[in-house]
């Protein structure tokens, strides 16, 4: 009971600091929000480039595994 009141506390005094300071905030945004794009880009790319890896290793030692049962 007692954290449901201190977030409830803590999102009304959080809304009134952003309402207060609006402009400061938005500037704030402005400069968190494209460093934060840059940074879930670089994940995404990361995590792309990990599944192609993975996927072609199993292609690889699928390959491998046809080689040795057909003695080729």
Do not use: Q
């Not at 600091?17 to 670089?42: E, H, Q, R, S, T």
């Amino acid at each position: 009971m007692v954290h449901i009141l201190v977030g409830i506390i803590a999102i009304v005094i959080g809304l009134w600091g952003i309402a207060a300071n609006w402009y400061m905030f938005k500037d704030m945004l402005v400069a968190i929000v494209p460093l934060a794009v840059v940074c879930f880009g670089m994940v995404a790319l990361l995590a792309g480039m990990r599944s192609l890896k993975a996927r072609r290793g199993t292609e690889e030692a699928g390959r491998y595994e046809d080689d040795e049962s057909t003695g080729s």
